[in-house]
């Protein structure tokens, strides 16, 4: 019952055989090899666009660099309140930017809003320099919260990031999941959509370290190379990255993997809406499912050996919080999660 | 023939077998886990100390953090003008110190001189603002000119550290491939010679992408976990970093390869030393060999499909650089290095 | 009727009179001058004890070169939502000190309490890696509300700072309007109820560039020098501003020209209280007022050459933000402040 | 007899009664005062171009903020391996600019060849991440041994920078004196002769703190206003480094004050020719001299109140040095060395 992560899993096999096959050889060091040549056009078609791709080992290097690229001096960067960014890296971005700010917004699960951000458009004006200036919004899809954003929404979001000429940033470190959960194409929810950089993670999904950046707008990443070493984030051996790729994206590895992942969460869901005791807190749109339990059930759960964390009830809204008695508990499912697991984890909330 | 770099062979299989091994089950993330903790006790085993150890991808990431830990504000470091860390790695000591000096000084075939250190203190007296602040010496063990500092001179140059309080960090890309051929023991040729931390690299030599940070001095690595996480170091399955390091100590196995590749090496300037072409540029103590040829040999060469780099002979002293018709060329072994592959080869320079 | 700034007025004719004095003859440069050292021994005296005091020329440097010193990677500072230093400083803390974030927290009328530093706790807990580390708590005194903390107030902060091992830090700006205004001694306000570090400002109250940081803990400021210098804020002729602090100090003329300001505020305030049409945003205790007006008497008075600045309403509280048809508006007084703007302002608001 | 240094004079007349006068009234902070864009125009015409001119309060802030302008990730600036960004500022161009590397480089008295350029960029060639890019060269007019490029040789330096699309900036620290040693016009010795931007000293030649970077190309200026206020060099009273620009500017003062320096520094020159223990160490085109002196006289100098500094020799190629029981030394002329202290000096010499 090991619903604490996704990334507690470790890589799937088809990615382990990718690796053993590509460790044949002889190959250039630094990205020079054909497999990275090759996963880049691999890319390109998948996204359906000439973008530009660079491969990282983890999802906070992948944010950090991204949103260094649209960064200038006194920068700021939308996100929501409780986005990994802000709350989870570390200060990595700030620091890998020198010193842009992710300036916290509202909006309810994990979601920012068209009225969240005009907000943040009043916090920070422009053209004020003690202010700074905001450079970048950046969405998390899927959210923090386990929700998604609509095409719709993202293109709203992409509209205001125009007209303040703002670079639009998609966190995907669980991309596939809220792909599948759309039911669309990656370029429907990326660069049709506005996006102009994105975080692609795999690691969450079957990799071992194995995450991207992709950009649809090139002009943003015509120096990433440069950050990307200069930041210690160029592998020798980077052939070992491309490889986890080569198994992640063969057979639509990578979209069962997040079906999976998905339909166990879904599980969760339906078994949890039946539950006399344990309430769902909000939708789930992808692998994570948060929700309220008596305190004694959760150390029960524990005590049978459940893996899960009980989550911060401050990121929710004060009239969203859980009854006295309960808390908040984040449930994840991975793409090796067991649906007898689910079941019998299930069994407790009867 | 490849000779390019020991970079450009992938995993040896004791260290995919481990890959393979610790892949079963789930293990908490962010190094957390059982394993991480066992390879930490691993290299506390193999120093013989109680130091303390940190994991990362790559052998730039390993330095640079490294490196930040002795930086104050205005800080410089005193390397060889020729050492990775200041001219290899795009910038990242300086990046991710917020701006502390590489300070080059000279020294024949890539090692540092008490004479030259000397000329270092003094363009950076102590207590002047001005000037900034010296805080560490970094040698790299073996040296980018494939040399390695014996014990005596690794503890002269720690007195003169100690003389004015700096921290003495050593470059172990290639640790392994130094100690087989000094014959002594990890913690001879580190603490009890007087170095405060030691980036330890594995990746060169048979890993993937397994390098650590190990502070014998543990007050300078105190907030080493926040450095690496804060430059998007930290990965999420860190097991896969701890797990190559058991396939590499497992055995002698890390021991095993550098003596392999130390000992093509060996064969290679066995060859050279007889050859009526060539001559050796200067002494190998590693895996790697310096050599000078004639273009046209060279050229010939490549068609043979031996790949080796040619190699800026500004790095030698004016009155040492190859003749009229010839350059300076490098060649690197590896665990993967073929006999066969080295004879082929010298028979072109007989 | 300048009330738009307190950085509207030039300098003082005492302190225009000691930049003259001391103008004469040859000093040492960088600091090293005989002015500098008595000038560091006057704050000692004034604070009644062994400070360290270094010299800059703005506000923001000394804000920002202070938080640097006690940030750590990954860091966070404590302070207000509206704070200078995290909404007028245009990222300045964040830069200078590498990306530490200014973590904004509620509080009424620009003052943190008790309450909201501890929800800073909870969202900041100690040892998560991932959350980076909180290492100081930032006050502004005066705030930029115009409000100050009572030394009760500032001794339970303290106290929370001390829990949690924080580094308590003063933005001192308005330091002398607070202080006239509590009426209590500069110890009192500062080391005495726990501050560690003091940014004290002397440019608004009558200076031209003169700005402080006072280390109560020293160790703290143990390589402040160096971060000066690195920052490009030692200046060469650094006597220009110990004669600013000479002329500002001598006989109490900053503490004259503090109540001077003051007293204004107090003018404004007590018009404002009767006034049939404006409305005192809250209590004053320095030299700025917070108004809500109509916006008609806001065009008339600024037609008729008053200068004063809308405020965003969105430091208030959903309740507390002015009715329809009015806005917020700071008032600010200085030590140029002449009685007859105060009166001829009023007049329209009467 | 003060040649210490031209830091150690107070400001001139002409700059106290300049300040003095834009003290009256009231003027809008943080640079949007009328005297502000008036000193900006001023710049224009005595550069007879449309450049861009930000006001800063020291050299080390108007150099470093300069270069990060230049700078991308990876950075490096080719100068002078005794420049003053490279050895005299704490490290703040590698700060301010996250970590650009000052590359310094050989040259005869204090100035960079074509030849040496040319090593450099051999050092840092294009397009190979590893050493990361050069982005500028950055040339001090006058140097720190007292010379200057002559018109030609900064025309030579620029074509080179233009090869490489190099940013070329001018340290001009001591701009007047090295423009009334050439006679020549502002915009010959810079964007005439392909200067891209410039630091414009005036404290050294008679303000009390107040510098200029002058773009020329404008796009590399073109947010410089948020790096100066992100760094903390925004002064809210801004007028008083415009007021002394007004000073210094106001009927050819400037020129004035560097004609008076140098020409004292001639006759020191002319003394120390005919000295028959004193050699000047090489020819002097601004205010700066340096002369072998025998120690002992140098000690009877300073206890006959000479203020001077003894220089590093290692300034110096091996053959220059000074011969045993002499050392080098600097000797400053500043606006306000009076000739009498010029002749008792050289009276020791004779």
Same mark, same amino acid.
């Given at each position: 019952?090991?619903?604490? =992560?996704?990334?507690?899993?470790?890589?799937? *096999?088809?990615?382990?055989? !990718?690796?053993? /096959?590509?460790?044949?050889?002889?190959?250039?060091?630094? $990205?020079?090899?054909?497999?990275?040549? %090759?996963?880049? /056009?691999?890319?390109?078609?998948?996204?359906?666009?000439?973008?530009?791709?660079?491969?990282?080992?983890?999802?906070?290097? +992948?944010? +950090?660099?991204?949103?260094?690229?649209?960064? *200038?001096?006194?920068? +700021?960067?939308?996100?929501?309140?409780?986005? %990994?960014?802000?709350?989870?890296?570390?200060?990595?971005?700030?620091?890998?930017?020198?010193?842009?700010?992710?300036?916290?917004?509202?909006?309810?699960?994990?979601?920012?809003?068209?009225?969240?951000?005009?907000? $943040?458009?009043?916090?920070?004006?422009?053209?004020?320099?003690?202010?700074?200036?905001?450079? +970048?919004?950046?969405?998390? /899809?899927?959210?923090?919260?386990?929700?998604?954003? =609509?095409?719709?929404?993202?293109?709203?979001?992409?509209?205001?990031?125009?007209?303040?000429?703002?670079?639009?940033?998609?966190?995907?470190?669980?991309?596939?999941?809220?792909?599948?959960?759309?039911?669309?194409?990656?370029?429907?929810?990326?660069?049709?959509?506005?996006?102009?950089?994105?975080?692609? $993670?795999?690691?969450?999904?079957?990799?071992?370290?194995?995450?991207?950046?992709?950009?649809?707008?090139? %002009?943003?990443?015509?120096?990433?190379?440069?950050?990307?070493?200069?930041?210690?984030?160029?592998?020798?051996?980077?052939?070992?990255?491309?490889?986890?790729?080569?198994?992640?994206?063969?057979?639509? %590895?990578?979209?069962?993997?997040?079906?999976?992942?998905?339909?166990? !969460?879904?599980?969760?869901?339906? $078994?949890?809406?039946?539950?006399?005791?344990?309430?769902?807190?909000?939708?789930?749109?992808?692998?994570?499912?948060?929700?309220?339990?008596?305190?004694?059930?959760?150390?029960?759960?524990?005590?049978?050996?459940?893996?899960?964390?009980?989550?911060?009830?401050?990121?929710?809204?004060?009239?969203?919080?859980?009854?006295?008695?309960?808390?908040?508990?984040?449930?994840?499912?991975?793409?090796?999660?067991?649906?007898?697991?689910? /079941?019998?984890?299930?069994?407790?909330?009867?």
């Amino acid at each position: 019952m090991f619903f604490a =992560s996704d990334n507690w899993a470790g890589a799937s *096999e088809p990615i382990m055989q !990718a690796l053993a /096959q590509h460790n044949q050889g002889y190959s250039p060091a630094y $990205g020079e090899d054909a497999l990275t040549a %090759h996963i880049t /056009q691999t890319f390109r078609d998948i996204f359906e666009t000439d973008c530009d791709v660079w491969m990282v080992g983890s999802g906070t290097a +992948a944010n +950090a660099l991204a949103l260094s690229c649209a960064s *200038e001096p006194g920068g +700021a960067v939308f996100c929501h309140k409780d986005a %990994h960014i802000r709350v989870d890296e570390c200060g990595a971005p700030e620091f890998l930017s020198s010193g842009a700010r992710m300036w916290g917004l509202d909006g309810r699960h994990g979601k920012l809003t068209p009225e969240t951000i005009q907000q $943040g458009f009043e916090e920070i004006p422009q053209g004020v320099v003690h202010h700074g200036m905001a450079n +970048a919004i950046s969405l998390s /899809q899927a959210s923090e919260a386990g929700t998604a954003y =609509s095409i719709a929404e993202i293109e709203r979001i992409s509209e205001l990031a125009k007209q303040r000429d703002l670079a639009l940033h998609m966190d995907g470190a669980r991309f596939a999941n809220a792909l599948v959960s759309l039911d669309c194409s990656p370029a429907q929810m990326t660069w049709q959509a506005g996006v102009d950089m994105l975080s692609f $993670g795999a690691t969450k999904n079957g990799a071992w370290a194995a995450e991207a950046v992709v950009f649809f707008n090139r %002009h943003l990443g015509r120096n990433f190379e440069y950050r990307r070493k200069r930041a210690g984030h160029l592998f020798s051996k980077m052939r070992f990255v491309a490889a986890q790729f080569d198994g992640y994206f063969k057979d639509d %590895h990578w979209l069962d993997n997040a079906r999976h992942a998905n339909a166990m !969460a879904d599980k969760l869901v339906k $078994g949890i809406e039946t539950s006399p005791v344990a309430q769902l807190a909000w939708e789930s749109q992808s692998n994570e499912v948060f929700v309220s339990l008596p305190h004694e059930l959760a150390k029960r759960l524990e005590q049978a050996g459940a893996a899960f964390h009980e989550w911060p009830s401050n990121i929710l809204a004060r009239q969203d919080r859980p009854q006295a008695g309960h808390s908040l508990y984040r449930l994840v499912c991975s793409y090796r999660t067991r649906e007898e697991d689910v /079941q019998n984890f299930l069994r407790y909330l009867a």
